[in-house]
């Protein structure tokens, strides 16, 4: 079992940046799989990025060359990198982290991207 805490959310101007932080309570190194997804009001989960534990990296269409999945072991945290920020970017963001049968979720953090 494993808490996950987002956090680095907040307002931001179109163009901006902002580094989100996903702190684990435990190592994260025997997870398979590291997510983030966020949600808009009103609107379905979606995917953001995905990092396998070997390395391999994923992201929707919508945030590839913006974002960046990064993780630090050592410190049980993942992060998103996320520049050139849009107001289409707004919304709840989380973190999840999965092997096998286990899956762990976040509360989420809001960010804002607006003039």
């Known amino acids: 079992q494993v808490q996950l805490v987002e956090s680095g959310g907040g307002l931001v101007q179109p163009g901006g940046s902002l580094r989100l932080t996903c702190a684990a309570s435990r190592s994260i190194f025997s997870f398979d799989s590291m997510f983030w997804y966020r949600q808009a009001p009103g609107k379905q989960r979606e995917f953001v990025a995905l990092?396998?534990?070997?390395?391999?990296?994923h992201y929707a269409d919508s945030v590839k060359g913006r974002f960046t999945i990064s993780t630090d072991n050592a410190k049980n945290t993942v992060y998103l990198q996320m520049n050139s920020l849009e107001p289409e970017d707004t919304a709840v963001y989380y973190c999840?982290?999965?092997?096998?049968?286990?899956?762990?979720w976040g509360q989420g953090t809001q960010v804002t991207v607006s003039s």
């Open positions: 999840n982290l999965s092997s096998g049968s286990r899956s762990y």
């Open positions: 990092m396998y534990s070997g390395g391999k990296i």
